[in-house]
């Protein structure tokens, strides 16, 4: 799927607007695994501040709080079944109960998903570099030849 920014110029069109799309159907994946990494994270904390079981009207409250008093809407492509990415902690994190009034095994859950959400974030900055670099291309297209812009336009 990664061409080296160098190679961008060596794809003609249509393999230019599928590399992108590609690329931010990747995106979506990845930003969808850190929400669930963060729903993680903001169930663990609420868990703790609480003396019960949480309600369903807590994880509404907990999972749809931003902290700047908006809700989280998202329109998400992904479909759950799809597979996490290669994080071990990931897996490991989803099949592992933690009781959330032990303080170790609490501050173990946030250390390793902390460092899982590190690196997804990391991986989604360098997508973004990367659909950058190719909209930046197709732009430069456009311009030497405004034309092939329709070619994406469906014909009746």
């Known amino acids: ?3 080296e920014s160098a190679d961008i110029g060596a794809l003609d069109l249509p ?8 690329l931010e159907a990747e995106e979506d994946r990845v930003s969808y695994w850190r929400r669930l990494v963060h729903a993680r994270l903001d169930l663990l904390a609420a868990e703790r501040a609480t ?19 908006q809700t989280r809407q998202a329109l998400v492509s992904v479909r759950a079944a799809e597979p996490l990415p290669e994080l071990p902690e990931l897996t490991e994190m989803w099949a592992t109960d933690v009781d959330p009034r032990d303080d170790a095994q609490v501050a173990d859950a946030v250390e390793r998903l902390t460092g899982a959400e590190r690196q997804l974030t990391d991986y989604r900055r360098a997508l973004h570099q990367r659909i950058d670099e190719a909209t930046a291309e197709l732009i430069a ?7 092939a812009a329709l070619a994406v336009i469906p014909e009746d």
Not at 141 to 147: A, H, K, T
């Open 15 to 22: 393999a230019l607007r599928e590399y992108r799309h590609r």
């Open 1 to 3: 799927m990664r061409p």
């Open 141 to 147: 297209r456009y311009r030497e030849n405004p034309r």
């Open 51 to 69: 003396d019960h079981v949480l309600t369903l009207p807590d994880l509404v409250r907990v999972l749809g709080d931003t902290g700047t008093g």
